[in-house]
């Protein structure tokens, strides 16, 4: 039988050292591992929303970290405006929602939580399911922000992605998880 191995680096309670500091990230050095931390507390929210005619709201931006367009999910960063340090993730996903869909939900539910990319950052994903979508402001994000919206049929959505993804989009992989979150729900 085999002997039980420590999976915990000797290195991973080592002091941590900032190696970056910017306005939105910080890069820091804890032993031999590098990896991004986001400035705001709250991380980051995806929001899974669906129109009263069964269309998944899905956004197209260009993202200069990746030179590419994307499609996501409506989506962004938990407490990052000034005086919210404490907003919770289905406060921000309602402001998110509205701000680059033109979408309100009168019913926000927590479904799941986990890394954007554990190896790499500390930033804790939420994906919020909203319901009940009302239509009431043309979306597109903020000033700083050029956002298309797209409402997808719920039924078509995954060949809807890889066919963009055939034009040259970055998908995310996250959406696939996002729509099986809207067939299925929470887990357990």
Same mark, same amino acid.
Not at 42 to 66: H, M, N, S
Not at 104 to 115: M, Q, T, V, Y
Not at 135 to 144: I, Q, R
């Given at each position: 039988?085999?002997?039980?191995?420590?999976?915990?680096?000797?290195?991973?309670?080592?002091?941590?050292?900032? &190696?970056?500091?910017? !306005?939105? #990230?910080?890069?820091?050095?804890?032993? *031999?591992?590098?990896?991004? =931390?986001?400035?705001?507390? /709250?991380?980051?929210?995806?929001?899974?929303?669906?129109?009263?005619?069964?269309?998944?709201?899905?956004?197209?931006?260009?993202?200069?970290?990746?030179?590419?367009?994307?499609?996501?999910?409506?989506?962004?960063?938990?407490?990052?405006?000034?005086?919210?340090?404490?907003?919770?993730?289905? &406060?921000?996903?309602? !402001?998110? #929602?509205?701000?680059?869909?033109?979408? *309100?939900?009168?019913?926000? =539910?927590?479904?799941?939580? /986990?890394?954007?990319?554990?190896?790499?950052?500390?930033?804790?994903?939420?994906?919020?399911?909203?319901?009940?979508?009302?239509?009431?402001?043309?979306?597109?994000?903020?000033?700083?922000?050029?956002?298309?919206?797209?409402?997808?049929?719920?039924?078509?959505?995954?060949?809807?992605?890889?066919?963009?993804?055939?034009?040259?989009?970055?998908?995310?992989?996250?959406?696939?998880?996002?729509?099986?979150?809207?067939?299925?729900?929470?887990?357990?």
């Amino acid at each position: 039988m085999n002997q039980p191995v420590d999976t915990i680096p000797s290195d991973a309670h080592a002091s941590v050292e900032t &190696l970056y500091q910017g !306005r939105w #990230l910080s890069l820091r050095k804890r032993g *031999r591992w590098e990896y991004a =931390e986001r400035n705001n507390p /709250g991380g980051a929210v995806i929001i899974l929303a669906v129109t009263p005619e069964d269309k998944v709201l899905f956004v197209e931006q260009y993202r200069v970290a990746i030179l590419k367009k994307t499609i996501e999910m409506p989506a962004g960063l938990v407490g990052d405006l000034v005086g919210q340090d404490d907003e919770s993730a289905l &406060l921000a996903a309602q !402001r998110e #929602l509205e701000e680059e869909t033109g979408y *309100r939900s009168s019913r926000l =539910e927590f479904i799941h939580e /986990g890394p954007s990319s554990s190896g790499m950052s500390t930033e804790i994903i939420a994906f919020v399911r909203a319901w009940d979508l009302q239509k009431v402001g043309p979306g597109g994000g903020d000033e700083s922000e050029n956002i298309v919206v797209h409402e997808v049929p719920r039924l078509e959505a995954g060949a809807w992605l890889f066919a963009r993804a055939g034009e040259g989009y970055s998908i995310d992989p996250k959406l696939f998880a996002g729509l099986w979150f809207i067939e299925h729900g929470r887990l357990g």
